[in-house]
């Protein structure tokens, strides 16, 4: 999976999460730039994400975001091995 559909596909997880069809990822993203995303949005997007790709994150993983930038790199880390 190519990291721009990685992007499109989060993209839509976002969205869903957060009931939001304007929201528009970007690298630099973090839960600031968002309405809601407060801990528990945070843990649902987790989760909701995992679910989509297929993978699972340890939480030292998911602890050590910066931004949603990082979270496409981390995922394309996880389809890769």
Known sequence: MTEAEIRSQLN????????????????TMTAKDVDGWDSLNHVTLVVATEKRF???FRTKEVNALKNVGELVALIGRKLAG
């Open 54 to 56: 297929g993978v699972r």
């Open 12 to 27: 839509d997880v976002f969205r869903q999460v957060f009931d939001d069809d304007s929201i528009a990822i970007h690298d």
